[in-house]
């Protein structure tokens, strides 16, 4: 009975009252606008997973870490609000994961004082790929402004200053525009650390002239043990844009380091290294796509009256 007591003491599921805050503070307290299509909501739903892993689940050890998908469906279920909808989830779901592919990405390409070597960040999920820091744009977010917020977020590095609105590269993944602005001359001893938790596991310079696959082939099985997917498409641009700013190189830079890791968290089950964002993360919106309510589902149509009077009621009855 004693190890049934210890063992049901563990990864439980959010009670009732929690999943009931959630819904409070990241759905029904929002805009109007916000609510009138369901991949909106979704990414307030984002925002309170993240609330809830980030804070949540580190203050009670006890709690259940979720996906993403399970943060939803246990939503839906416990939200009066998006109750109704709870038989359509698995099409709200898939329709939100296909829109998110064409939200557009910024960021950006942080090169050393010799341009011989680039800055990546790898992702805080086991098997995660390096990239470049980047992100997605929020709602009526410009380029730059994206690039900037994203870089910081990830690498705590602020290059406002150093960004040129001219110096970008743009490439098209999927049905994904991502431009990563070119940031050249940061000093190799720079100190970096992400602001966001659980979301970047390390952060290395690696020299550009190691990190070009030879063949699509090389790409898939990855370049000296790293994953590049999101790194491959963008390196004979930034060469050749390296080889038309010969001025920007420091011939005097020490570029014998080679890959050296400038920072790197402990993984999940040793505890979060890295410091509480001050950020707001908002919901992005891709270009020229259609967030009409009903217009992303099958066979039903998004009711954006009957959410907005289940929230009034909501309201009447506290």
């Not at 390096?130 to 590095?157: I, M, N, Q, Y």
């Not at 602020?158 to 999927?174: F, N, R």
Request: some cysteine; glycine content about 6%; hydrophobic content about 40%.
């Amino acid at each position: 009975m004693a190890g049934l007591n210890r063992s049901s003491s563990r990864n439980i599921f959010p009670p009732q009252e929690l999943l009931d805050d959630l819904c409070s503070r990241f759905v029904l307290n929002v805009p109007k606008e916000d609510l009138e299509s369901f991949e909106r909501i979704l990414f307030l739903l984002e925002q309170a997973h993240w609330f809830y892993e980030d804070n949540s689940v580190e203050q009670n050890p006890s709690l259940k870490s979720l996906s993403f998908r399970e943060f939803t469906s246990l939503m839906f279920n416990s939200c009066a609000a998006l109750r109704p909808y709870i038989a359509h989830i698995d099409d709200i779901y898939k329709d939100f994961t296909n829109y998110k592919f064409r939200v557009p990405v910024s960021g950006a390409i942080i090169l050393d004082e010799s341009c011989e070597r680039c800055l990546l960040v790898k992702g805080w999920k086991a098997g995660a790929s390096w990239s470049f820091p980047r992100g997605k744009r929020s709602k009526d977010e410009e380029d730059h402004t994206c690039a900037v917020r994203e870089v910081l977020e990830e690498t705590g590095f602020d290059v406002s200053k150093l960004l040129k609105m001219d110096d970008y590269i743009e490439v098209v993944i999927g049905q994904q525009r991502v431009r990563l602005y070119i940031i050249a001359g940061v000093k190799g001893d720079t100190v970096f650390a992400p602001l966001t938790k659980k979301e970047i596991s390390e952060i290395s310079w690696h020299r550009l002239d190691e990190l070009q696959p030879a063949s699509d082939d090389a790409m898939s099985r990855g370049v000296n043990g790293l994953k590049l997917y999101m790194v491959a498409p963008f390196l004979t641009a930034l060469k050749a844009w390296i080889i038309a700013h010969p001025h920007l190189v420091d011939q005097k830079s020490d570029t014998s380091a080679k890959g050296t890791s400038v920072w790197k968290a402990k993984n999940s089950s040793g505890g979060v290294v890295a410091p509480e964002n001050p950020l707001l993360r908002a919901g992005p919106e891709p270009q020229n796509v259609d967030t009409r309510p009903g217009r992303s589902f099958r066979s039903f149509r998004f009711d954006t009256t009957s959410i907005l009077q289940c929230v009034g009621d909501v309201f009447a009855a506290s």
